[in-house]
């Protein structure tokens, strides 16, 4: 007779699924909150976390999630290149764009890539991109789902960045514009003009009476600095 005790009720019981949001930094993210929210609204015991990992570890840390009882994981700044890159499969929007912002873990092991920057970024546009022009501030792999999504609906797109060869780079590669450094009274006139800017895709997209778009991951920063401008010049003040 086995005289071996039985094993616990704790130890026999499954793992509720996890899900998590790899970055660097993510510690100011609030998708466990909002996701955490809906997975108790829908009856289910999931866990969602967030999941700081330095780039030298994310290949070695998402290889582990999936045994580690994860079902998928969302992708934030600054991995999403590098999640398209180490998946096994992804679909062609991901591919065209070159970065995946989840990741799907399937019970064979395998990693599933997928984007879906792009198609929340234009359901969460106030307005039709056809026919108008936008300008995508950044060169990440937000800015990239932003430029491809908004070219593929028929804007005119350019691109800036801090760094003027990655923009250039970048809107090579998907058939935008590079644009010269934006004037301060230009960056105002796009970002607070118009209705309150619709979140999607990890940036921002606002509307202006022109029916110009300003999109990208730094709008809202920029949006306070360029109105902290706009003020100042107009009182005759001075930022020190």
């Known amino acids: 007779m086995d005289m071996r005790a039985p094993p616990s009720s704790a130890s026999s019981r499954p793992r509720a699924p996890r899900l998590g949001v790899l970055g660097?930094?993510?510690?100011h993210s609030r998708s466990p909150a909002m996701h955490n929210a809906a997975l108790a609204a829908m009856g289910l015991s999931w866990r969602y976390q967030r999941l700081p990992v330095p780039p030298p570890?994310?290949?070695?840390t998402v290889a582990a999630l999936?045994?580690?009882?994860?079902?998928?994981?969302?992708?934030?700044?600054?991995?999403?290149?590098?999640?398209?890159?180490?998946?096994?499969?992804?679909?062609?929007?991901?591919?065209?764009?070159g970065a995946a912002n989840t990741l799907s873990f399937r019970a064979d092991g395998t990693i599933a890539a997928e984007n879906t920057d792009a198609p929340a970024l234009i359901a969460a546009l106030p307005l039709r991109p056809a026919g108008r022009s936008a300008m995508v501030l950044g060169a990440g792999g937000s800015a990239r789902a932003a430029v491809w999504a908004l070219t593929r609906a028929g804007a005119e797109v350019s691109v800036w960045n801090r760094t003027a060869e990655r923009a250039a780079a970048l809107a090579d590669e998907l058939g935008a514009s590079a644009a010269p450094r934006p004037r301060i009274a230009r960056i105002t006139r796009l970002?607070?003009?118009?209705?309150?800017?619709?979140?999607?895709?990890?940036?921002?997209?606002?509307?202006?009476?022109?029916?110009?778009?300003?999109?990208?991951p730094r709008t809202r920063r920029m949006a306070r600095w360029s109105g902290l401008v706009a003020r100042q010049r107009a009182f005759g003040g001075q930022r020190r």
Do not use: M, Y
């Open 24 to 27: 660097w930094p993510v510690a």
């Open 57 to 60: 570890l994310f290949a070695e």
């Open 66 to 97: 999936g045994p580690a009882g994860f079902l998928g994981a969302n992708v934030t700044i600054p991995h999403k290149r590098a999640a398209l890159a180490l998946a096994d499969t992804a679909t062609e929007a991901a591919r065209q764009i």
């Open 191 to 216: 970002l607070v003009s118009g209705p309150a800017p619709a979140c999607g895709a990890g940036g921002v997209a606002g509307r202006t009476g022109s029916g110009s778009l300003a999109c990208g």
